[in-house]
């Protein structure tokens, strides 16, 4: 008796958790106290910047996307060196919520939220696909290349730089001119790679998974426009040289 009881209270809360997370369900029925994976996964589809709709995945590789969103978008924080410039102002619609501006513009609720674009402006177009500099290293663009390979790695590639920061795009693709912004250095020097060794294979393969399903991607920063200070054509200035349009603000809002 009890235990069918429990067989289906599981039922109608995996019913509420595996529908579509939005703003009018309580935060409640989607926070699961447990943190299982199938809740994570939800969550990652509800905050990510690319709607579910639009990213590209297999039915079997549901629960990987999902949970490499979550990790990417909720943990990670890889869009906020690798999205650039990260935010939009309020009313451009090529951001992720035109209705909201970058972040700084308000203060975001402190209530659980079910859904990121509530409180920003997220740069859709250019998601992911790096630009940034830091010195003079640029993060790389990880959205899938020709092939469908997020930054050209396979996924035991992308595994092993995620754990030993090894530049494996760079020794595949020594010609590629990003290559050769910054010094030659034995490990790469600004992605927070020391941390992330410390995920899980499958973690780390379901990171591999969100980004294979983004969309592919272009910089708005590129090698010729080069990194302020140091290279191209803002290497004898203090601001980035990419030309302003809309979807690529310049200067960029707080990132
Ligand atoms: C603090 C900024 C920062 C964060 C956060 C960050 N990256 Fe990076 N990443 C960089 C930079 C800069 C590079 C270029 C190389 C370097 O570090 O010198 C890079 C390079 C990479 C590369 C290319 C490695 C190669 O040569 O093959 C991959 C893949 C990558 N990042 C994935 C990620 C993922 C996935 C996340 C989130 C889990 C992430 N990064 C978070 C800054 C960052």
């Known amino acids: 008796m009890k235990r069918s009881l429990s067989i289906a209270l599981a039922l109608l809360l995996s019913f509420v958790i595996n529908g579509r997370v939005y703003a009018a369900a309580s935060a409640d029925s989607a926070d699961s106290e447990a943190g299982d994976e199938d809740s994570l996964a939800n969550q990652g589809f509800a905050i990510s910047p690319i709607p579910k709709a639009d990213l590209k995945f297999s039915g079997e590789n549901q629960k990987r ?52 674009p509530v409180v920003a402006n997220f740069n859709a177009s250019h998601y992911l696909a790096g630009g940034q500099c830091f010195g003079p290293f640029m993060a790389r663009n990880l959205t899938p290349d020709a092939n469908g390979l997020p930054q050209g790695l396979t996924e035991a590639e992308f595994v092993k730089v995620m754990r030993t920061g090894q530049d494996i795009s760079c020794e595949k693709s020594p010609s590629d001119a990003i290559c050769d912004l910054g010094p030659d250095t034995p490990v790469l020097q600004v992605m927070p790679w020391p941390t992330y060794h410390n995920m899980m294979d499958h973690q780390l393969k379901s990171i591999y998974a969100y980004l294979s399903a983004i969309p592919p991607a272009n910089a708005c920063n590129t090698v010729d426009d080069g990194c302020p200070g140091f290279s191209g054509a803002a290497a004898h200035s203090a601001t980035y040289a990419y030309p302003n349009t809309a979807d690529c603000p310049n200067p960029a809002p707080p990132q």
């Open 65 to 116: 996307v999902g949970l490499g969103s979550f990790i990417v978008n909720a943990i990670g924080d890889c869009s906020g060196c690798h999205s650039f410039p990260e935010f939009l102002r309020k009313g451009v619609t090529a951001g992720s919520n035109p209705a909201a501006g970058d972040p700084f513009e308000g203060l975001p609720s402190s209530e659980a939220t079910t859904q990121q």
